[in-house]
């Protein structure tokens, strides 16, 4: 058995896990935070993927204990109490989802994109960068439409003046 200790969706958060546990395992079972999904466990779908000190990581592929000490956002710590982040706010706006299996997934994938490319993002990029991400419902129609809104909305409010307190 191991201690991991990591900040997760703002919260430091420990546990006591074997050595072989994945983080994925260590979000949903030992933290209780199951918007993370489990698909495929060969990190061939995307559905586990949270951001792993700011960088997009398939938690399947990853034990809790080289996550240790590290900053983890699940899908449960990018809204901002009742205010979906943009990402999220996209793909119900831009109807992204259907089951909702993969949605988590996809979204923090294109939350780490964005972040990569801004507003700059273009079609092409947002299909080959969610070449590990599968999703069996949309044919991914509306899935690149709310990555390329967020996108856009990014650039332009990253170009707004931010008001006086």
Request: charged share 20%; hydrophobic share 35%.
């Amino acid at each position: 058995m191991s201690k991991v200790s990591m900040t997760v969706n703002g919260r430091t958060m420990t546990g006591d896990v074997e050595d072989r546990t994945l983080l994925v395992h260590f979000l949903r079972d030992t933290l209780g935070l199951t918007g993370t999904h489990v698909g495929c466990d060969t990190s061939q779908c995307g559905a586990c993927v949270v951001h792993v000190d700011g960088k997009a990581v398939k938690s399947c592929t990853m034990l809790a204990a080289q996550a240790s000490g590290s900053s983890v956002t699940t899908i449960e710590g990018l809204a901002k109490g009742q205010e979906l982040h943009p990402v999220q706010a996209a793909f119900k706006e831009h109807h992204g989802l259907q089951c909702g299996y993969c949605t988590p997934g996809m979204i923090m994938t294109a939350v780490d994109m964005i972040g990569r490319h801004g507003a700059s993002l273009d079609e092409e990029t947002v299909r080959e960068e969610l070449d590990g991400n599968i999703c069996r419902c949309t044919g991914y129609h509306n899935i690149v439409a709310a990555i390329l809104s967020a996108a856009k909305s990014s650039g332009s409010q990253a170009e707004q003046p931010i008001a006086a307190e």
